[in-house]
């Protein structure tokens, strides 16, 4: 009986001393290594993750600004471009509102991707071209709709939006908006004759974000300078008001950047002269997580460690025996 309590305290001793020390020595400088690095680690990733999505969401907005431009080389079969027609004094009403609305036309023709396309004169007379040629527009929503834009200099972006300006419509979009100069001489430019809109298919922006993978259980963001949510990939949120990033807004004011409170990680990019920001949120806890698996790891790897010296410690004199 004494030898075998002799050889369970020589194994516990070897236990102690020769796995259980050193398994705890270095799991706690693992455990001091991984919590100094691991928060580098998560924004350094979410950082990759934050520039890819800006980057593909600038140059959509570089490919619709620019897109919006060629309103002013489109033109009727006659020649007539959209500011000769707006001041032509021989045309009537009604044949003014034909030959805009086949310019119109023939603009939606530019992209597959365009859902309708619109123009509001200095009177507030709208003219519109849309993909569904049954469909009316309701000019009272549209003017609600887009009326504060037209205070927003030469170009602006509202949020992604259902086009209920159209009855029974269901489109999701995002409308790009450019104000129109009288380019007739140069003492005409900087007048402004009216605002050109264009709804583009929000698919247009979800296929640029397609690649991003959230991890860390995070929520991808691009909001608009006034906290309203433009697009966001992990849940139909657009339009909204973004609550949990709006009230970071004013932190976020260098080009990239990130901050830490409430238990989140946040990563932005401001997308400059868009008014745009592009976020990634995502919870602290991840750590926690994280560091929850490597204090299981360590009891696993002291259980085998204990199995091991008992095998040890058995066999040999097992072995050994007369």
Not at 230 to 244: C, E, L, P
Not at 254 to 282: F, H, I, M, N
Request: proline letters at 2%; a negative charge.
């Amino acid at each position: 009986m004494q030898r075998k309590v002799n050889r369970l305290i020589r194994l516990a001793t070897s236990f102690v001393i020769l796995g259980l020390v050193p398994l705890l020595a270095a799991g706690t400088a693992l455990t001091g290594h991984f919590r100094s690095n691991m928060e580098r680690v998560v924004l350094d990733d979410i950082g990759r993750m934050v520039s890819y999505g800006g980057s593909n969401t600038e140059a959509v907005l570089e490919e619709c600004s620019s897109l919006t431009k060629h309103i002013y080389d489109v033109s009727t079969d006659d020649g007539m471009f959209l500011y000769q027609i707006l001041k032509s004094p021989g045309l009537g009403r009604e044949e003014r509102k034909m030959e805009i609305t086949l310019l119109l036309s023939d603009f939606l023709d530019r992209d597959s991707r365009l859902r309708s396309v619109y123009f509001k004169d200095r009177k507030g007379q709208i003219y519109y071209a849309t993909r569904n040629a049954y469909k009316v527009l309701d000019e009272d929503a549209f003017r609600y709709w887009t009326g504060k834009e037209d205070e927003k200099g030469d170009f602006s972006v509202l949020p992604a939006h259902m086009d209920d300006y159209f009855q029974d419509s269901g489109s999701q979009v995002i409308t790009f908006r450019r104000s129109y100069q009288d380019i007739t001489s140069l003492k005409t430019i900087g007048s402004c004759l009216g605002h050109f809109y264009m709804d583009m298919d929000v698919s247009r922006l979800q296929s640029a974000l397609s690649d991003i993978d959230l991890g860390f259980g995070a929520s991808f963001y691009i909001m608009d300078d006034s906290g309203a949510c433009i697009y966001r990939v992990d849940t139909d949120g657009s339009g909204n008001t973004a609550d949990s990033m709006a009230s970071l807004l004013p932190s976020m004011n260098q080009e990239t950047g990130s901050l830490l409170g409430d238990g989140t990680y946040v990563v932005y990019k401001r997308l400059e002269p868009y008014g745009w920001t592009v976020a990634v949120q995502a919870a602290q806890d991840r750590v926690l997580v994280m560091e929850s698996t490597i204090r299981y790891t360590a009891v696993f790897l002291g259980a085998v460690f204990l199995a091991f010296l008992c095998l040890y410690s058995y066999f040999p004199e097992r072995i050994h025996r007369p």
